[in-house]
């Protein structure tokens, strides 16, 4: 029709009542003017249908002004899909929930042609908002159960006219079959709240699907390590929400105990800090997804649940789209990832600190709840720090050597120390620290060539009887002043230093002073194995003494005994560096020359000659050696 058609008012106003589905509406004006289905009239009046039941505002209106009815009123009698969900005459339903298939009341049915006698059948009859709803199979104010009409049109727009429906029965819409049944609480409820009857405070805050859901929640028996728990059936379903509704009808402080039941059911260990929807999960995912004023209150009631029960984590900020209030306790568990301890070096330094709580040892680490305000600066300083483990790999040292150095040296002092439970020593230090003394014990470090001369710092404190942190202490504080290095220096085993500026900087020259059996071999040119057969054959005095570095007993000698030694005799390599040859026989030439060892060689292993006996023999040495030397000369040129 045109425009003229749809400015023109109907001749019969139509009443829109409370809880009337838009779908409901639209038929009887259609049944009221003769025509069979609500499509044709908004043909006739130029209105899309489909637009119309989809909620179109335009389609809306133009039947608003053609019926005299206020246009917001019947845009909340449609139904329309938002966001996955229905809104249905007003209330919001999970799409589960809303019935496909138009269910009426045979009582409301004869109430309504009771009351306007004037209409012909069916334009009388308007549908329910409630019975669309699948958990409401009985009429709380006749107690009769819903009959479902049967579908006997197959257009899709014409099933959801309630007058086509009734008009198409085979046996009238008088002879509904009447059922008696039984309305529970929660059908009551339903049917109020699309009646617009404010009933529970808690319950009128949410939406109807998030009101029967919380219901549900309260009312199913949860138990812990299992699923969310599902109905087996509509009845079954039905007595959960029932259950459920009779503790919301008691009140907010009711809802709280039953949500802090369900919470230490749930989490019966009491773990801390583990999150609030592990803990309630579907009821969480469903609050969740609401901001603003939607469901507040009972987000609300569900933080401060989670705040009493210890679940939100430390460093959480916001939960359920709240703020969340800044809390001074948190548990181990949380505290060791925070800062990067170890949950049993950590236990240590809280039970040093005396901030651990009785009993707490036997207590696992997500349930046990510490105050760490006092002590965030220095844990926090420790998550920077390295551990004793951590800074001996950096100095290229095994722990228990960092453990000497940091106690002897005085250099490598721990920025934090305590003994832990068993009695193992706790270190931590500086990256700084340990950057900055690297950089000062390589000050006067010169590159090398080769290491020819050169020994590491362990090996010099082997070659001197001291500790290798008495090595060091020297080069920290300038008594060796010069070391070197073949490569690029990245820990103290590549600093090196001559045994010489060692033993200046550390041996007092002394009679008292002990030299090891490494060093006399040097002094000597014989090797350490036959040093230590001379010392145990009694043929030089030595004292026993404990090895600096590797803490083994061992022999050694004076220095004035190592002396006297050296000026009384010499051993055959010394003879043959002192006349300058390689020659092999030396021993051969020094028995012709009549020099004999001083000793048994079962008691030294090597020669060892008097030097006034080499000294007599000397040239006739020098001639032996001088026949032989050109011997060999001559049997090299011939080869």
């Not at 010489?500 to 090891?516: F, H, M, P």
Request: charged share 25%; net charge positive; glycine share 6%.
């Amino acid at each position: 029709m045109s425009e003229t058609r749809l400015n023109r008012r109907i001749s019969l106003r139509s009443e829109l009542r409370v809880g009337q589905t838009l779908s409901s509406f639209v038929g009887t004006i259609a049944a009221v003017n003769g025509l069979r289905s609500a499509a044709r009239f908004c043909q006739g009046f130029g209105i899309n249908h489909g637009a119309l039941l989809r909620g179109d505002h335009k389609a809306i209106s133009a039947l608003a002004q053609l019926a005299q009815v206020d246009v917001d009123l019947l845009e909340v009698a449609g139904t329309v899909s938002d966001k996955g969900d229905y809104v249905h005459v007003g209330q919001r339903l999970d799409r589960n929930q809303l019935r496909q298939r138009i269910h009426v009341c045979p009582g409301c049915l004869a109430d309504d042609y009771a009351n306007h006698p004037d209409l012909r059948f069916p334009a009388a009859a308007w549908e329910r908002g409630a019975w669309r709803h699948s958990w409401v199979s009985t009429c709380s104010t006749h107690g009769l159960r819903l009959f479902a009409v049967p579908m006997s049109v197959d257009q899709k727009r014409e099933r959801e006219e309630l007058a086509v429906q009734l008009r198409d029965l085979e046996h009238g819409d008088r002879q509904l079959p009447r059922t008696k049944g039984f309305s529970n609480p929660v059908e009551i409820y339903i049917e109020n709240r699309f009646r617009g009857v404010e009933q529970c405070p808690i319950l009128d805050a949410l939406s109807l699907a998030d009101a029967l859901f919380l219901c549900l929640y309260l009312g199913a028996p949860h138990q812990f390590a299992q699923a969310v728990p599902r109905p087996e059936n509509h009845d079954e379903r039905l007595a959960w929400a029932c259950k459920g509704l009779s503790v919301v009808t008691q009140g907010p402080a009711a809802v709280r105990l039953q949500l802090s039941v369900i919470g230490k059911t749930l989490n019966p260990h009491g773990a801390c800090e583990i999150g609030l929807r592990r803990v309630f999960r579907s009821l969480h995912d469903r609050l969740g997804k609401r901001t603003g004023d939607d469901a507040l209150a009972l987000r609300q009631m569900m933080v401060d649940i989670g705040l009493e029960q210890n679940l939100f984590p430390f460093d959480q900020s916001d939960a359920l789209g709240l703020p969340l209030p800044p809390r001074t306790v948190q548990s181990i568990e949380s505290a060791r990832r925070q800062f990067g301890i170890s949950d049993r070096i950590l236990r240590a330094i809280l039970k040093e600190l005396e901030v651990l709580p009785e009993g707490a040892e036997n207590q696992p680490s997500n349930a046990t709840l510490v105050d760490l305000k006092r002590f965030e600066p220095l844990l926090s300083e420790l998550k920077d720090c390295l551990n004793l483990r951590q800074a001996a790999s950096a100095l290229g040292l095994m722990p228990q050597q960092m453990i000497k150095l940091s106690d002897a040296a005085g250099i490598f002092e721990p920025f934090f120390t305590r003994p832990t439970v068993d009695l193992k020593p706790l270190r931590y230090f500086r990256r700084t620290q340990i950057t900055e003394i690297m950089q000062r014990l390589c000050a006067n470090c010169s590159k090398s060539a080769t290491a020819n001369g050169l020994v590491n710092i362990w090996d010099a404190g082997l070659q001197t009887c001291r500790q290798p942190s008495e090595v060091v202490g020297a080069i920290f504080d300038g008594r060796i002043r010069h070391t070197f290095s073949v490569g690029k220096v990245r820990t103290l085993r590549d600093l090196l230093l001559r045994v010489e500026d060692a033993r200046a900087a550390l041996i007092e020259q002394t009679s008292d002073e002990l030299v090891s059996a490494e060093d006399c071999a040097l002094t000597l040119s014989i090797n350490v194995v036959a040093v230590r057969k001379i010392m145990q054959s009694g043929l030089v005095k030595a004292e026993p003494t404990v090895n600096a570095v590797n803490r083994r007993r061992q022999l050694a000698m004076r220095q004035t005994d190592l002396s006297q030694f050296c000026l009384e005799f010499i051993s055959l390599t010394a003879v043959r560096k002192q006349w300058g040859t390689t020659a092999p026989g030396m021993a051969t030439a020094l028995s012709r020359a009549g020099v004999i060892p001083a000793f048994p060689l079962r008691q030294t292993m090597v020669g060892i000659y008097r030097r006034r006996d080499v000294e007599r023999a000397r040239y006739r040495l020098e001639a032996i050696m001088g026949e032989r030397d050109a011997r060999y000369s001559s049997i090299r040129r011939s080869r």
